[in-house]
């Protein structure tokens, strides 16, 4: 996810320029090479433009993709973490689960951001951005596991009769012993 | 989930920290120990002129005690057991205290300068009878007259040197009751006037070294004797007769015996009961009659002559010889609020050696006893210096003309104890005294900080230590945001209510109950019990709280009752009244008015309960709950327990209208034969509980059956009553039930076969805890019984309690018929007990501790958690995090955790827990003859920093930390800098 989102967020940083603006018979004052012709370079570019794009699309599907399936890793460490953390109340497993429950629910919140390179008419997102939303899901669902594991979620009865105060009693009673 | 991760946490904290214990250092801090001995019943004087001036005294706590007379500080003390009451006490040999004690029956030595004991001699009893102790006054130390000692039918001559018996003498067949024991100086023949069955008068003529009779007479005297007795000199003694109005005086020079009766009507004109005021004078006697003193000179054929009379009541001491065979005495009586203290020779009563007079506290009472003391000043004239005990209990020393010194032995006597709030300070502190706080706080961290860094010298040690025990003003006298600041409100046996600061335990106020109407038949009402009458919180915010005093004239059951409300600031009494029935039980309702006050109804003797305040307000809010209030009443003697419901007003027989008729509802009746009730009891009324579900390590719930209408009742068969090892296991069987007091019904009933009592028991929350003696394991034990509800066990569904569909906070009765079950579990417990009290937070989240006073007068804190029936062998690692400890046949007994550390709480009778404001912390305020208190974390002070918190040290790591970044930010700065122009 990250390295994907390093490459395409911050835009490219070069680019070759193929279609020559140097065309113009104006500013030209070096004459072309001999054996050069320039007629059929021009030909080309139609057919190699719409052959660019088309690899663009396939790219970006692919890079898409993989943005997709990038918090499956991020589960398995997860997974793997929390297991290492064991099931008893203390600093290192609370911070793990609650980092479990954090990083999906963000991600969740910014999926349309994380999918805006890739868009494009011709590319369909919503296959890609199912399974993204699936997967963390998934990591999200595996947090609040871990968070009942850990006996934090009032999932018993003892959890919500605890705070109840004992009952009043409609009755009262004293006495004892005979004062001498 | 706040409170699951809250108990969650909690659990963590309490099970780290097993036992509670303090570090050297921390000893004194918050805790304080009083040493008392007791109202003083003798006193002898040792002031020789070498070595410490002393007083050894004897009181009525059974506490024999050695008194600095300059300061009136314990150079030692005793503290005997509760039935060896001190008859006697004189010094031998001039080195050596001797006491008299249990009838008779024990005679021991103290080596006087610093207690310890010398000797031991357990002597010969047979009967019961008046005990005497006559030790002579030898000036020759060389020469060793036995102490004549006569207790129990028998006549003891007891060597002062180790205690040996050198003869014995009985007595019991003829019923001889030695009154007086002479030895003239000089001679080896004692002289024991005794009378049979007080109408015969015999002497007997013994020789000290061999125990042989050298000569008797007896006289018949028709009339009878009254027990009082007074020596007027060697050879004659004056007492009374039966119907006392006549004075006989009995001669018995060289063995003969000779009577001459003179009628108290021929010494006074207004004649009544006379009462020989028990004085030592020589040729002098006292008589009082009619409130008056009169004194009586004996002439040389034992001829009365009355030579003067004091009108006032006065209190006298022996007489005292003083220079050219004189003997003067000193006699004390008041005059408003002061007090004449007059020291008189006995011979010439006009001639007043000392006349002193002495502003006394008016809260102090009458005198009830003066002792006199003689000393030679410089410029050869006689001194007199005057040991007086007051009427509450007080001992102060007069000494020209002022007290020299004051004890308020009253404390030793502690009934009933109550704690209350101190007011509330005031806002604002002035700029300067801000400015010295900082200072002086600035100076105290760094102080501290050098200590928790080992840098500190030995002064600084002891500076710390000073700071620590004046730190944050633990004295002052306003209330404090921890609510560790309380007044502890103590009634005294003599009717003196004291009330304690916890911070350092000073007398903040002191006040004696006096009778409302001031009439004849009660004088001085004695204090019972003590209630919080007014305790505003809400409402009321301006009115300062009040406790209300149950006070009673007289000692039977059907005496008058006495109200007594005091304001708790001041100490001063607010209103007392006469309530003109008896008291046989109070009992505080749970109910206030608008003023806070708090309802209390007072049972009297024919079964009439009578309303307090008397107010509409009141009388209309009891009339709501009318149907709803109960009493019972426990018949120790008969085995019945018997509950009572209100019937209506008694207006038909009194025109009182706070005054209502009872009817019995149900009795609990014990059969005689096989059960006698030992102990009751019942849980406190304001106890707060915080849940009233338990949950097991397996998120199981269990209900508790918290209810205020329990009643624990423990009952013994009627042989096993007695001391423990009197009866074989087979004969004895304790039984404990737990009682209903609304409808009756046993709720529980469990049956120790071979056990026997003394019971202590504690009854908290849904579980009580009880100590008695197993026979057949020759051990003491402890049960525990927790109780739970099983009518409300179906409450599990989770989306119903979710969603509120429940019925767990509905009020209940006790008339839906319970069902409860218990689990118990026993231990061994290797220490008898004299108390045993539980810790009281405000919320009661906090665990419990039990606090167990020991036989040798100290307290354990024991863990509520070591008490617990969920405890087997082998835990499962779920229980263990919860916290539950592996079964142990026996309860340990940790060193650390006796929370009195080295102290003793000489005779300890109770223990009072009180909670403050900070949930975590609870007051202990134990008392017996000495007092101790100290403050209680029983899961350590989760909720506040610690007095050792270097405040000093977080800030300066603050600071650390701040400059640190300043200074990598400043350098990171120019290293970029750097790095961009490269």
């Known amino acids: 996810m990250d390295k994907g989102k390093a490459v395409m967020g911050t835009g490219r940083r070069w680019a070759v320029e193929f279609s020559d603006q140097s065309t113009v018979p104006s500013s030209r004052d070096i004459l072309d090479p001999p054996g050069f012709s320039r007629a059929s370079q021009e030909q080309d570019d139609s057919a190699n433009s719409r052959q660019k794009k088309d690899a663009e699309a396939t790219w970006k599907l692919q890079k898409a993709w993989e943005v997709a399936q990038s918090p499956f890793k991020n589960l398995m460490m997860m997974g793997f973490m929390m297991w290492m953390a064991g099931n008893t109340v203390h600093l290192f497993s609370i911070g793990i689960t609650f980092s479990a429950l954090w990083q999906p629910i963000s991600a969740l919140q910014s999926v349309g951001k994380i999918f805006e390179p890739f868009k494009d008419n011709k590319v369909e997102l919503l296959m890609p951005k199912l399974v993204f939303l699936a997967l963390n899901l998934g990591g999200l669902a595996l947090g609040v596991w871990k968070l009942n594991t850990l006996g934090l979620l009032p999932t018993h009865a003892s959890d919500w009769v605890s705070s109840l105060p004992p009952p009043q009693e409609v009755e009262h009673s004293g006495g004892g012993f005979v004062f001498h | ?206 020789d000290s070294k061999s125990g042989e009779v050298v000569a008797e007479k007896s006289m018949m005297f028709p009339g009878g004797f009254s027990g009082e007795i007074s020596s007027v000199s060697s050879d004659k003694v004056v007492v009374l007769d039966s119907t006392r109005s006549i004075l006989v005086t009995i001669g018995f020079i060289d063995g003969d015996i000779s009577f001459q009766k003179t009628p108290i009507s021929d010494l006074v004109e207004d004649s009544g009961k006379a009462e020989i005021l028990s004085a030592l004078l020589s040729n002098m006697l006292a008589v009082k009659v009619n409130k008056r003193t009169l004194f009586v000179k004996v002439g040389g054929e034992g001829k009365l002559e009355v030579v003067d009379s004091l009108s006032d009541e006065t209190a006298m001491s022996d007489s005292l010889p003083v220079a050219d065979d004189q003997e003067a005495f000193a006699s004390v009586h008041h005059e408003g609020s002061k007090i004449h203290l007059m020291v008189k020779l006995v011979n010439e009563l006009d001639n007043v050696l000392l006349r002193e007079t002495i502003q006394m506290d008016q809260h102090r009472g009458r005198v009830h006893k003066v002792f006199m003391n003689n000393y030679i000043r410089t410029d050869r004239s006689n001194g007199f210096r005057a040991l007086i005990v007051m009427e509450d209990h007080s001992l102060l020393l007069l000494q020209q003309g002022a007290i020299v010194w004051s004890r308020e032995e009253g404390l030793a006597s502690v009934t009933d104890v109550t704690t209350a709030e101190l007011p509330l300070g005031k806002d604002g502190v002035s700029v300067a005294k801000v400015e010295h706080t900082l200072f002086e706080w600035l100076k105290g961290h760094v102080l501290k900080l050098k200590g928790s860094l080992l840098l500190a010298s030995p002064e600084d040690v002891v500076a710390i230590q000073e700071l620590r025990v004046k730190s944050s003003g633990k004295n002052k006298l306003t209330r404090d945001h921890n609510g560790f600041r309380k007044l502890i409100l103590a009634l005294t046996r003599p009717g003196k209510l004291f009330a304690l600061h916890t911070g350092d335990g000073r007398i903040v106020w002191s006040m004696l109950l006096k009778s409302p109407s001031n009439s004849q038949a009660c004088e001085r009402p004695n204090g019972i019990s003590l209630y919080q009458w007014q305790v505003p919180h809400h409402h009321a915010m301006d009115e300062n709280p009040s406790v209300l005093v149950v006070g009673k004239c007289g000692s039977d059951s059907s005496a008058p009752g006495v109200l007594s409300f005091v304001d708790v600031y001041t100490g001063k009494e607010i209103s007392s009244s006469d309530i003109g029935h008896s008291v046989v039980q109070v009992m505080p309702l749970p109910f206030t008015d608008s003023t806070e006050q708090r309802l209390h109804l007072i049972a009297d003797t024919v079964g009439h309960v009578h309303l307090y305040p008397k107010t509409s307000e009141a009388l209309s809010i009891f009339q709501r709950e009318f149907q709803n209030v109960y009493w019972y009443t426990v018949e120790a003697d008969d085995g019945i327990i018997r509950g009572h419901v209100m019937k209506g007003s008694c207006s038909s027989e009194t025109a009182d209208e706070y005054c209502f008729t009872t009817r019995e509802l149900w009795t609990v009746v014990f059969p005689s034969e096989s059960e006698k009730i030992i102990s009751t009891l019942t849980r406190k009324p304001n106890e707060v509980v915080h849940t009233q579900a338990k949950v097991n390590s397996d998120q199981d719930l269990l209900y508790k059956y918290v209810s205020r209408n329990l009643l624990f009742v423990a009952t013994v068969s009627p042989k096993g009553a007695g001391e423990i090892g009197s009866v074989t296991p087979e004969e004895s069987s304790l039984v404990v039930y737990l009682i209903d007091t609304i409808t009756g019904r046993i709720l529980h009933r469990l049956s120790h076969q071979g056990c026997q009592g003394p019971v202590h028991a504690v009854f908290s929350e849904n579980w009580v805890v009880y100590h008695y003696f197993n026979l057949r394991a020759h051990k003491y034990e402890v049960t525990v019984v927790e109780i739970y509800d099983q009518s409300r066990a179906e409450n599990k569904n989770v989306w119903k309690l979710i969603l509120g569909k429940h019925n767990l906070t509905a009020p209940i009765t006790s008339y839906s018929r319970p069902e409860v079950f218990t689990k118990s579990q026993s231990y061994f417990f290797a220490q008898s007990v004299k108390t045993i009290a539980v810790t009281s937070t405000a919320k009661g989240i906090t665990s419990k501790q039990l606090l167990i006073g020991t036989i040798g007068d100290q307290i354990l804190a024991l863990d509520k958690r070591f008490v617990d029936p969920r405890r087997t062998l082998n835990p499962s690692q779920a229980e263990k995090e919860e916290g539950i400890i592996p079964l142990t046949d026996t309860l340990p007994i940790i060193p650390q955790a006796y929370i009195t550390h080295s102290h003793k709480v000489e005779g300890l009778r109770g223990i009072v827990t009180a909670p403050s404001k900070l949930e975590s912390t609870t007051h202990v305020f134990a008392y017996g003859v000495d007092l101790f208190y100290t403050r209680l974390a029983p899961s350590k002070t989760y909720d506040s920093l610690t007095d050792d918190f270097s405040y000093a040290l977080l800030l300066i790591t603050i600071v650390a930390l701040v400059a640190a970044i300043y200074i990598t930010w400043v350098l990171s700065e120019k290293k970029e800098l750097s790095e961009k122009w490269r």
């Open chain 2, 1 to 206: 989930m706040a409170i699951r991760v809250f108990l969650t946490l909690l659990l963590f904290l309490s099970s780290a920290i097993l036992s509670f214990s303090l570090y050297e250092d921390q000893a004194g801090l918050t805790d304080w120990h009083q040493r008392y001995i007791g109202k003083v019943k003798h006193a002898v004087f040792h002031t020789q002129k070498t070595g410490r001036k002393r007083v050894i005294v004897s009181t009525e706590e059974n506490v024999v005690a050695s008194l600095d007379l300059r300061h009136g500080e314990i150079f030692w003390r005793h503290v005997l057991g509760t039935k060896d009451a001190i008859d006697g006490v004189g010094i031998a040999l001039g080195k050596y205290v001797i006491t008299l004690s249990s009838e008779g029956s024990t005679l021991r030595a103290w080596n006087l300068p610093d207690g310890q004991m010398v000797w031991e001699t357990s002597l010969h009893s047979a009967q019961h009878s008046k005990s005497l102790l006559s030790v002579p006054i030898n000036l020759k130390v060389d020469k060793d007259y036995p102490i004549i000692v006569f207790g129990g039918g028998y006549l003891h001559a007891v060597s002062a040197i180790d205690g040996e018996v050198l003869w014995k003498k009985d007595f019991t067949a003829e019923g001889f009751e030695v009154q007086r024991v002479l030895q003239p100086p000089g001679s080896s023949i004692i002289y024991v006037l005794g009378f049979i069955n007080f109408s015969e008068a015999v002497v007997y003529q013994i």
